[in-house]
């Protein structure tokens, strides 16, 4: 609603909640006609002899504008904004409650959980185009808890290596101590307290180099990891009795994590640096290795 009044005996109009002391200057035919092609009628000068309010032909309600604006851009009406704003965001399942005062780009929003999103206006129109949803922060610090919780750990917060794959967490109903743990795993169970647990990844470990010469093909070399390197080489490689394997080096760690992790970055600096001596796993399959 607008209205006029007097402030310390000087007039005054009431626009969007706010009041704004009328300016006595002149309105130039001018300004009035630039004011009528965008759209809008000039209704009065107000605050200072750079602002004009102005009606428009759409909503029928008045809003104020820079001078320049009218001569130079096309003024937006903002109450036509929000009504777009408003049906853009109901589109995208949202609420749209108001633009943001840091920010013109943002604007708060109702998620349909009741917590409020700040969100740029451009991803909430894509949203609304695409029918792609938004994710609540609070809902989402919700879950991560209560899936920590639920297998006696605590979270305490985002990786402080900066993976948004993996959380920091507090085993709460063991030994207390902390971990990057992948949410992923978390999800799933397929972790270990390294302190207190009795698994692969806390128990002692080695990485291991193993050779393997096959009287046909040649020789062939394995980088991995294992708790027993010669029965994996014995038993679980299931080698065919003419492939001579042997151990050539194996290197002690005190947990299986620690062993994984040490096995993964050697691997890479390999593959980055010897791409061309990669030899592909199925080369090494019991039916693969026996016909070689």
């Known amino acids: 609603m607008t209205h006029t009044d007097t402030l310390f005996g000087q007039p005054t109009i009431t626009l969007r909640n706010k009041e704004y002391p009328l300016y006595p200057g002149k309105i130039h035919h001018h300004w009035e006609a630039a004011a009528l092609r965008k759209g809008f009628d000039l209704i009065v000068r107000v605050q200072d002899r750079y602002h004009l309010a102005l009606r428009c032909h759409t909503c029928g309600k008045l809003h104020v504008s820079k001078l320049f604006v009218v001569m130079n851009n096309q003024p937006n009406c903002p109450h036509c904004l929000n009504e777009k704003r408003r049906e853009t965001a109901a589109a995208a399942g949202l609420k749209f409650l108001r633009q943001s005062m840091k920010n013109r780009h943002y604007g708060d929003f109702r998620a349909p959980c009741g917590h409020t999103l700040k969100r740029q206006f451009e991803l909430v129109e894509r949203a609304a185009r695409t029918g792609s949803g938004f994710r609540c922060e609070t809902c989402h610090a919700e879950r991560e808890a209560n899936e920590a919780r639920e297998r006696g750990w605590e979270l ?63 020789t062939y070399f394995k980088l991995g990891y294992s ?24 290197v002690p760690f005190q947990t299986g994590r620690a062993a994984l992790c040490a096995e993964k970055a050697i691997h890479k600096r390999l593959a980055a640096n010897f791409p061309n001596a990669v030899v592909a796993p199925e080369r090494f399959s019991v039916s693969c290795v026996s016909a070689l």
């Open 227 to 250: 708790r027993d390197p010669a029965s994996r080489l014995r038993y679980q490689l299931g080698l065919p009795t003419h492939v001579h394997g042997e151990i050539l080096r194996t």
């Open 156 to 218: 305490i917060g985002p990786d402080p290596k900066g993976n948004p794959n993996y959380r920091l967490y507090r085993h709460a109903a063991g030994c207390g101590a902390t971990r990057r743990i992948a949410r992923g795993n978390m999800q799933t169970g397929r972790f270990d307290c390294e302190v207190c647990g009795q698994s692969w990844a806390a128990a002692p470990s080695q990485v291991y180099l193993m050779r393997f010469i096959h009287p046909n093909s040649g």
